[in-house]
């Protein structure tokens, strides 16, 4: 694989991650309803801490793809 295919790969698998635990997490804390995941504490850890993983991997993506 090239680096710019790695490059983009970790850049859209983190912002998928960044927004699938952005959504648990607001699940978890009570703020979006209508799921077995609303309301559960646990949920809103997991969420966040997917978020985090999946920000640290967007910016991975991201920080390598300008060149001078």
């Not at 960044?18 to 009570?30: E, P, V």
């Not at 949920?43 to 640290?56: P, R, T």
């Amino acid at each position: 694989m090239d680096t710019s295919q790695i490059r983009w790969a970790r850049l859209i698998g983190g912002a998928v991650l960044l927004l699938l635990g952005l959504l648990w997490a607001l699940q978890g804390a009570g703020i979006v309803g209508g799921s077995v995941m609303s309301g559960q504490s646990q949920w809103l850890l997991i969420g966040a801490v997917m978020a985090v993983v999946g920000l640290w991997l967007a910016a991975t993506g991201l920080r390598g793809s300008a060149k001078p």
